[in-house]
């Protein structure tokens, strides 16, 4: 059997009982979950009953040094917690098969899970069943609970996360988050759910809360937010990478305004002058 490779990893969990994370070689099972091109494709794990989400910061060069041995992976993988009801969306929708004639069918959870690959580790949450009331209709029947998700109550759901994001982020974050309007604060708050939503269920959100089309303008109030207050956010390049990313902005930016320059001079010196059209003209 082949020995799992060793990477250094970053764990944020909410439950001492994952205190065993934090011993040396500890072995962590991660899968890939979700469907190509849906919105919960990433790699996960199910730690202490907890859904973790795994991302990862490669440096261009470097190394870890752990223990007496020399990692010659130096990437930084980060797995923190994310509420499972986002990866169970796509799944809840894919199995009751709603249509014109019928909101749907329930099913059980354990059909549910397995609908896609990799998804069949959420069976190892805790609370599961129990927290699917909050998106789902139930029936019980033979002491079996059955689900489907209901628009209204997702709906409510995510207005509520949209409220612990906002809160979040003004309480951990700071700096300019204190000072936005509330729209706009939503709006970013929005933008950052989207990734764990489908472009569908992101605009049904906007709707409910009456904010502007996403990509609009939560990216452009928050692109000084993200530059005054660079340090509160998680950057996966390099310096080394950030400095040759900015040099090609600046080089392009400069390019752009000589393009303006030049045509700014041409018109000045076009003025006064006759069109060529007029060398063409009929004799009378």
């Given at each position: 059997m082949a020995q799992p490779s060793k990477r250094v990893l970053l764990v944020r969990m909410g439950s001492a009982d994952a205190s065993h994370l934090l011993e040396r070689d500890a072995v962590i099972e991660a899968?890939?979950?979700?469907?190509?091109?849906?919105?919960?494709?990433?790699?996960?794990?199910?730690?202490?009953?907890?859904?973790?989400?795994?991302?990862?910061?490669?440096?261009?060069?470097?190394?870890?040094?752990?223990?007496?041995?020399?990692?010659?992976?130096?990437?930084?993988?980060?797995?923190?917690?994310?509420?499972?009801?986002?990866?169970?969306?796509?799944?809840?929708?894919?199995?009751?098969?709603?249509?014109?004639?019928?909101?749907?069918?329930?099913?059980?959870?354990?059909?549910?899970?397995?609908?896609e690959s990799g998804s069949d580790i959420l069976l190892g949450v805790n609370d599961l069943e129990q927290r699917?009331?909050?998106?789902?209709?139930?029936?019980?029947?033979?002491?079996?609970?059955?689900?489907?998700?209901?628009?209204?109550?997702?709906?409510?759901?995510?207005?509520?996360?949209?409220?612990?994001?906002?809160?979040?982020?003004?309480?951990?974050?700071?700096?300019?988050f204190t000072q936005l309007a509330t729209e706009a604060l939503q709006t970013y708050s929005v933008e950052f759910l989207s990734d764990y939503l489908s472009h569908e269920w992101a605009e049904r959100l906007r709707?409910?809360?009456?904010?502007?089309?996403?990509?609009?303008?939560?990216?452009?109030?928050?692109?000084?937010?993200?530059?005054?207050?660079?340090?509160?956010f998680i950057s996966r390049e390099s310096a080394e990478d950030r400095k040759k990313r900015q040099a090609q902005v600046k080089v392009r930016q400069q390019e752009e305004t000589k393009k303006k320059a030049k045509l700014a001079k041409a018109a000045a010196a076009a003025r006064g002058t006759k069109q060529l059209t007029t060398f063409f003209s009929k004799k009378t």
């Open positions: 899968k890939k979950m979700g469907a190509a091109g849906g919105a919960n494709v990433g790699v996960h794990s199910v730690v202490a009953g907890e859904l973790l989400e795994w991302n990862v910061w490669r440096p261009s060069f470097g190394t870890w040094m752990a223990g007496n041995a020399v990692l010659d992976d130096s990437s930084l993988y980060m797995a923190t917690p994310v509420d499972p009801l986002f990866a169970m969306i796509s799944l809840l929708e894919k199995s009751r098969q709603k249509s014109m004639e019928s909101d749907g069918r329930f099913c059980d959870v354990e059909h549910i899970v397995g609908q699917l009331q909050s998106i789902c209709n139930v029936k019980e029947t033979g002491g079996m609970k059955f689900f489907r998700l209901c628009d209204e109550k997702l709906l409510a759901w995510l207005c509520c996360k949209v409220d612990q994001v906002m809160g979040a982020l003004q309480e951990h974050c700071g700096g300019m709707k409910v809360l009456h904010l502007p089309a996403l990509g609009m303008g939560a990216k452009e109030a928050f692109g000084d937010v993200r530059d005054a207050d660079e340090g509160n």
